[in-house]
């Protein structure tokens, strides 16, 4: 176990009071366990689940949280071979100092519980399973109980607003996440395969100890949204999309984009729609303001957009109605942002619950069916900005909508798509873009690539 | 799908009609699923298990080959949204042309299985759930059904002695495993942390389109077998152990250790104990034969070793006696190998099944319990051969024996652990060592140690 990730005791012992108060019965809530790549023993780097690492701060393979009159740990106890395959076990009594709450043996675990006991289930089944057995009832994502939705609800209240210590994590995550992409830029030339720009990217955050908050994007295919092909050869008239972000020690996402030249310079068109993914995504930040609903983040960037894409020609008529018709989707299929935090999308695992205020619900709209939040921003939330521009073949081969000019959509054929995302922290005084070290405008960008 | 990834196809259609052959009757082998790092949507890279990716050569999510009169692939269909977060699917009939053998649609999939149909259970239980709800019956690793017992030892035979295409494989997986290697020679310096290492060896994996067959051990606590920790300093004195092996795009496994000294010379007593694990590894080398039998590799390997630590006055006694008592295995721990191919311990999802012939099982004793491979071994075959020699202070607290030198072993205190491995070829001359090309003398590891 490594006990040098440092933990703020104070801040965890005040989030299991908050979220224990809140859900005002017993709750349990489990880390998880490693799971197989191939064989069972040949397992991916454990990492606890979410909820269970934002009330204990620490990934414990196989460990349980009891929230009740006395909180506590519940862990494995060492097998006896592990000393020789895994090292001498931190004992119960220095995890307990460690942690700063109590630490017992699993086998205590199942007389504390009873049928009342609130949990949520993870996605990964066989936790599920563990879950299921200890409580006696059925745990499974698409079952929960509804003694487990005071659970989620004091869980969402608690996770949605970032106190100090959560704050130290994404600021963690968006310093490794800038030189990520400072090194991609600079490890960037015609002739290498995404891959090795992908390469460089994750080394810098492996080099810090850090992983990948979700699986990399780094494509000349921006028109992929979520290509996770790294195959691709990069040439010399390629845009290049990164949407690369770290995972701290301590389980904090970091989630940019930026889109680059192969050849280090923006050719005209590329740079023209550039700068207007970039004024987009200055007006959400404009507006991602404490009680500004997020819809509206996502509808500013709408504006801008629209705005950009008539003075170039590619969309005709006025805005206030290419934005109200939807008309702007056609480019920009998808939201503009979603909450971050312990998960790349903040408690996505409780679904729309989450992103979502009560009374809200998603709309089946094609410019908003993928908006992943919708609530009314305060300070110490912290979401991504991430306006778009894409010419997806599968889209617009069913858009007969005359006010896209196809001609004129032409002389933009070697801009593919085009992402521009940062992860923002609203404050009592507007937000701060904590991932604003990275190059952005065209001449930051343009100094940097390829060396 | 990224379907330049190169698959011979005459060599997987050889191999589907062998293990058709000896199987017998009809078998349903699953590619398996992306397992999710936080929430559902947020996975792992996709691997597909071996067994598919054997007899079928691509990753494919959620498919299914199925060998009985008319063998093909079943695969789900692309979903209406695929095309803009995922981009244009290949059509199954360019995915036919490119595996070589028939693609059709997962909902024909069904009508074509029987109670008799064989299969194996993959470590995910989901995939397991899967596999139960079509063949209408339990399927478990822990339940192999008889029915499915004939598959395995289908698949084992032919998995067991590597065709020509694996070969290439295996070789491939060995070049950028050595390519690693020497990255993270020349990246070891005082005063950084194990991590740093770790960072520049795995990038050399991936900025070939790789990734890890397993998670990297590199640490300065080589006593700790498995260490997955890596965020130990390393001092100057410090000897640093790197088990890292690449895995191809193809799935194949390299599995190599190296001990290097941190600050680029080997002191005395680190000299003294690297030459006597390193003439051990060259002894098991030498036995590592057509016809003979592995356990026999892993007691030259131990012979070996224990006339070195005789010759230092660590052990004292009769060399023979102290091998067949186990009198070494204070030091060496584990087995000297095992198979490696599409798993770095190949087929260990079979358990020794697999590792152990007809007729063999694994012994008690402290000096084989862990041997994954006892079986004649034959041309095809490939093993690793990693002995060491460690001080593994749970062990040693336990050691009574008078021939155990503990004054003696005081002077080797700067030595927690050392670990030299290699894979090998058996070949019909004798073998072949795939990862040669590694800095492995003391000559040659100090000229390569920090830069």
Redesign the interface.
Known sequence: ??T?LEIDREALAARRARVAAHCGRPALIAAGAP???????????F?A??HFLYLVGAHLPGAYLLLDDDPAVYAPEPHADD??????ATTFGDLALWLGLPVRPLHFLEERLGPMTATLPP????TC?ALAALLGRPVR?ETVAHVDEALADAIIGARLVHDAYAQRGLREAAEATAAAHLAGMRATHAGV?A??V???M??EL????MGTA??SIVTP?G?????????HLLHDGDLLLADVGAETRGGWAGDVTRTWPVRGRFEGAQKAIYEVVLAAQAAAIDAAQPGVRYRDVHLAAARALTEGLVALGILRGDVETLVAEDVYAWFF?HGVGHLIG????DM??LGDRAGYAPGLARSDRPSLRYLRLDRDLAPGMAVTIEPGFYQ????LARCADPRVDRGRLEAFGSVRGVRIEDDVLITAQGNEVLTRAIPKTIAEVEATVGG
């Open positions: 176990m490594d040098t799971l197989p790549r191939t064989y069972t023993a040949n397992t991916w780097p990492r689940h979410s000393a020789l395959w895994h090292g001498a996605a990964d089944p066989r399973d994502p395969r891959w090795t992908k390469a460089a994750e080394a492996a080099r810090r100890g979700y699986g295919h028109e992929v949204l979520h290509d996770e092909a790294h195959h299929p312990l998960d790349v999308h996505e695992d997806v073949p599968a889209l």
